[in-house]
C-alpha cells in the first residue's frame, strides 16, 4: 500500500484550540505531485460505550448538539483525557454522565468520523453488567438525560432512523452483531 501513501513536506497551524485545531499540510503524491494546501482537523480521540444494566437494558443519554442544532440520543462516552488510555476514558465517561460502573468491558471497534479530513479516531466499548454507584457528574456545559431501553428498543431506533450522531450508530451496530442480535 505504500504506492497510495502521501508524505507530509511540512504543516502549518491555522487555529489551535481546546476541542478542534485546523492545520494546513503541504504533500507530495506517489507520482509526484505537489498538494499545496491539504487541510486537516485536529480533533481529540474520542471513546463510548454500548452500555448494558445488570438488567440486559442499554443506557442512553439525551443531549443537545449545538452545531447540528439537534437534541441528541447517544451512548454515551466523550474525550479521552491526556493520560489515558481509551479504556479508562470510557469508564469515566460512563460514570460521570451515567453514574454507572460496569464489571466487564470489551473494545469492539476503533473507527474515524472522517479520514478524509479529521485525524481523530473513536474507541467503543461493549460495557456489561452495569450498577448505578453515583449521581451524575456532569461538566459545566453538559445537560444530560439518561434513559434505559431494550435491545428491541434500540433496533427499532435504529431502523426508524432516530438515532443521528453515525459513530454511536456504528457502535450499536457493532455491539448487535457481538450480542448475536443482528
Not at 485536529?42 to 449545538?66: C, F, G, S
Not at 454522565?97 to 466487564?104: D, H, I, K, L, R
Not at 470489551?106 to 481523530?120: F, G, R
Not at 431494550?150 to 459513530?167: E, G, R
Request: glycine residues 6%.
Amino acid at each position: 500500500m505504500s504506492e497510495l501513501n502521501w508524505s507530509t513536506l511540512s504543516s502549518t497551524y491555522i487555529h489551535k484550540g481546546p476541542w478542534a485545531t485546523l492545520r494546513s499540510d503541504k504533500c507530495e503524491l506517489p507520482d509526484g505531485t505537489i498538494v499545496a494546501d491539504y487541510y486537516v482537523l485536529e480533533y481529540p480521540n474520542w471513546a463510548n460505550a454500548v452500555a448494558l444494566t445488570e438488567d440486559n437494558k442499554i443506557l442512553m443519554v439525551r443531549q443537545y448538539r449545538h452545531a447540528a442544532n439537534i437534541v441528541s440520543l447517544e451512548i454515551p462516552g466523550g474525550v479521552i483525557e491526556d493520560g489515558e488510555n481509551p479504556e479508562e476514558g470510557m469508564r469515566r465517561e460512563l460514570l460521570e454522565e451515567t453514574g454507572y460502573a460496569f464489571n466487564e468491558v470489551e473494545l469492539i471497534s476503533t473507527v474515524y468520523a472522517n479520514p478524509s479530513t479529521a485525524n481523530n479516531k473513536t474507541f467503543c466499548y461493549l460495557a456489561k453488567g452495569g450498577k448505578k454507584v453515583q449521581e451524575q457528574k456532569l461538566d459545566e456545559h453538559e445537560r444530560i438525560v439518561v434513559e434505559a431501553y431494550t435491545i428491541a428498543q434500540v433496533k427499532q431506533l435504529l431502523a426508524d432512523n432516530k438515532i443521528a450522531q453515525a459513530l454511536h450508530c456504528t457502535g450499536l451496530f457493532y455491539a448487535l452483531i457481538k450480542l448475536g442480535e443482528l
